[in-house]
């Protein structure tokens, strides 16, 4: 069973101060996913890492695939009110049954 | 694009009663959609895998008599939840995997079924 250690489980700050959250694992996945949920909805895609070593960037939003593609990590540069939200990280081990990390809920004061 | 709805997006039932939760995938097929169950402030939790023309894989510990799974089509699957208890109240995601171009296996979820059982 592929497992994916999401942390910190709880965050909260600052309206403009910078933050990471981490997925990491045992296991080697082909992709991982990170999605965004709001209260009372469903979650929304961000972004997917298909390459070790990866680094996307959106926004202010910046997202890294380990060499190995088995840990990722989201870093948030100046969070603002509007990033808060349970973020998840979703690995695709080739099963095509997705494994979650237990998510972080983000809080941003305003 | 890659857009999945969720009906009813809220429902209130009695004990006892039985409750279907319709997920349909509007733009795209799916052979494989994901059926979820998420507390506050946590992760979704797989229930089961269903797949388009065959039976649903549960998860260790969900009962399949109880969270019944149809997927007749390509663009639909539905959860039937038997004899709700307050204990099943929660909120339920469903998502659909693009059967083509979706070589990562990426989700698009649904905005979920928030179920309250009276």
């Known amino acids: 069973t592929q497992l994916l250690e999401q942390s910190p489980q709880f965050l909260s700050i600052q309206e403009g101060e910078n933050l990471t959250v981490y997925c990491n694992s045992s296991?080697?996945?082909?992709?991982l996913q990170w999605y965004r949920q709001e209260p009372g909805e469903g979650p929304v895609l961000l972004v997917t890492?298909?390459?070790?070593?990866e680094v996307k960037k959106l926004k202010r939003l910046t997202f890294q695939f380990g060499d190995a593609r088995k840990d990722s990590s989201l870093h948030i540069t100046a969070a603002q009110p509007g990033d808060t939200g349970l973020y998840l990280c979703?690995?695709?081990?080739?099963?095509?049954?997705?494994?979650f990390g237990r998510g972080t809920s983000l809080i941003v004061h305003p | 694009g890659a857009v999945v709805s969720q009906h009813p997006s809220r429902v209130i039932c009695k004990s006892g009663t039985s409750v279907k939760i319709e997920c349909r995938s509007l733009d795209f097929q799916a052979t494989t959609m994901f059926w979820y169950r998420q507390f506050p402030k946590q992760s979704l939790m797989l229930m089961a895998t269903?797949?388009?023309?065959?039976?649903?894989?549960?998860e260790q510990g969900v009962e399949k008599d109880k969270f019944l799974i149809n997927h007749a089509s390509l663009t639909l699957s539905t959860l039937t939840v038997t004899s709700a208890h307050p204990e099943d109240s929660s909120f339920y995601i469903c998502?659909?995997?693009?059967?083509?171009?979706?070589?990562?296996?990426?989700?698009?979820f649904g905005p979920g079924t928030r179920l309250t059982v009276l």
């Open positions: 998502s659909a995997s693009p059967t083509t171009g979706n070589s990562y296996n990426e989700q698009f």
């Open positions: 890492v298909v390459t070790g070593g």
């Open positions: 296991s080697v996945f082909s992709s």
């Open positions: 979703v690995g695709e081990g080739g099963s095509y049954i997705p494994t």
């Open positions: 269903s797949n388009e023309g065959s039976k649903a894989t549960y």
